[in-house]
């Protein structure tokens, strides 16, 4: 079936790097957007970027550029979401979630199937 | 940014009761919301895309309405597996912004 499957929970340190991956399988890897949403404790959901597996081209929500990197490896269908300099305040649940547009079409930014997030928490 | 306000945040509802919430965008998104529902520790379940339109294997005791500004998730007959945390989104524009949340609770 469909799905998302996402990596285990990291505990980090104040200014360290995260990464988070997310394996794809069911469906044909390249022909879907995949996005990152995150939820931090008693907080809603923010969505943070997107990229097109196709072709590896990225966006994301201003607040985090300069921190934040998506990539993918088509070998694996796996997306990952690396979160550089982190602060207290990154502290969530982290989950990706796929467009339900086809990468021939802009994104629709409506997340059909989401992985069951990742837990990070950032910590001295 | 398109700032998205629901209402209320908390309810509390009895199994058979109907159900609504409202969602409010700072600007007009035409029908571009979509509604999920978020249960603690699962993933969020997209239930309405496109303001009216149900998700495939969602009850059609869901439904949504609304355009421009205005919208509204109903469910129609509460059902235990239904009390949760519901978020509005808007798809216009980035970024793609989430309502607060509303929690459906049991009364």
């Known amino acids: 079936q469909v799905q998302l499957v996402q990596s285990g929970s990291e505990v980090k340190e104040p200014g360290a790097s995260v990464t988070v991956s997310c394996k794809a399988s069911g469906y044909t890897f390249s022909n879907y957007f995949i996005h990152w949403v995150r939820q931090a404790p008693g907080r809603g959901l923010e969505w943070m970027g997107v990229?097109?597996?196709?072709?590896?081209?990225?966006s994301s929500t201003q607040k985090f550029q300069g921190r934040l990197s998506i990539t993918r490896d088509t070998s694996t269908t796996t997306v990952y979401m690396e979160l550089r300099g982190l602060r207290s305040e990154d502290t969530a649940v982290y989950y990706c979630?796929?467009?339900?547009?086809?990468?021939?079409?802009?994104?629709?930014?409506?997340?059909?199937?989401w992985g069951q997030g990742t837990l990070v928490s950032v910590s001295s | 940014d398109i700032q998205m306000t629901q209402s209320p945040s908390s309810l509390s509802a009895s199994v058979g009761d109907r159900v609504t919430i409202t969602c409010r965008s700072s600007?007009?998104?035409?029908?571009?919301l979509n509604w999920y529902q978020h249960k603690p520790g699962k993933a969020p379940n997209l239930l309405i895309f496109a303001a009216s339109n149900l998700q495939s294997g969602v009850p059609s005791r869901f439904s949504g309405s609304g355009s421009g500004t205005d919208f509204t998730l109903t469910i129609s007959s509460l059902q235990p597996e239904d009390f949760a945390t519901y978020y509005c989104q808007q798809s216009y524009i980035t970024p793609h912004l989430f309502g607060q949340g509303t929690k459906v609770e049991v009364k």
């Open positions: 600007q007009y998104i035409d029908t571009y």
């Open positions: 979630a796929r467009d339900s547009q086809l990468v021939t079409l802009p994104a629709a930014y409506t997340f059909d199937i």
């Open positions: 990229i097109t597996p196709s072709i590896g081209t990225t």
